[in-house]
């Protein structure tokens, strides 16, 4: 039985990647990290284990080579993917995996870095182009700009709730959004939406901008209500 760490701040990307894993018998997950600390607080208490990781959390990749190595244990990077994957190789890590990579490849990455071997994606670099993602272009095209502001919130892990109050509407509005967004993707749940996104680069790279946007427009409405916001009395 092989111990697997996840590491990575994206929760719908981490709670997708131990759905996959965990179907398989010689895997088992012992812990499940947000951040930087705790990934580093359960490489320590779990010894010898595959600590798959997200370059996003912006680890220094040399202190964690060490960690690892005095812990017995083996680096997967999770690598965005636009990232080159011989960067993390030449860094000492046994194994990278692209954000857009497939059940079946994760699965088999995770399989040969436990024996000792390394992994590295097909593409080595760069993934395929946007202009080679049909089905992202396609599906892209098809979505509403509501429907985008939703799949960007989606992948980074809001609720409906949420989602509702962020767009100004109600969650039965987004909950028929979301019907319709499944249809138009071929999806039928969240979860299965956020990994849909994330492994269509052109998709996920509109969804990302869509999210940015957002979240600049909400940062830019919480400045607004502190400067109107009453004095204190003293």
């Known amino acids: 039985m092989n111990k697997v760490i996840l590491a990575d701040s994206q929760a719908i990307f981490r709670a997708g990647t131990a759905k996959v894993l965990a179907m398989d018998e010689d895997l088992r997950i012992i812990a499940q990290c947000t951040d930087l600390d705790r990934m580093l607080h359960a490489i320590t208490t779990f010894p010898g284990s595959i600590v798959v990781f997200a370059a996003s959390l912006r680890p220094d990749m040399t202190r964690l080579r060490s960690v690892l190595d005095t812990a017995g244990s083996r680096g997967i990077v999770i690598a965005e993917n636009n990232e080159a994957a011989s960067t993390y190789l030449q860094q000492g890590f046994r194994g990278v995996v692209f954000r857009n990579v497939t059940g079946q490849a994760l699965v088999e990455c995770v399989r040969r870095v436990a024996a000792g071997d390394t992994w590295a994606p097909p593409q080595m670099l760069i993934p395929d182009s946007p202009e080679e993602d049909l089905v ?39 909950k028929n959004y979301l019907r319709s967004i499944y249809d138009k993707t071929g999806v ?26 957002l979240d600049a427009e909400a940062e830019v409405q919480a400045q607004a209500l502190q400067t109107n916001a009453p004095p204190l009395l003293a």
């Open 188 to 213: 039928s749940d969240r979860l299965e939406l956020a990994l849909f996104t994330i492994h269509h680069r052109v998709l996920a790279q509109a969804a990302a901008e869509v999210g940015n946007k």
């Open 136 to 174: 992202g272009t396609r599906v892209r095209d098809r979505l509403t700009p509501k429907e985008m502001r939703i799949v960007a919130l989606i992948v980074q892990g809001c609720k409906n709730r949420e989602i509702a109050l962020r767009l100004k509407t109600t969650e039965q509005v987004i």
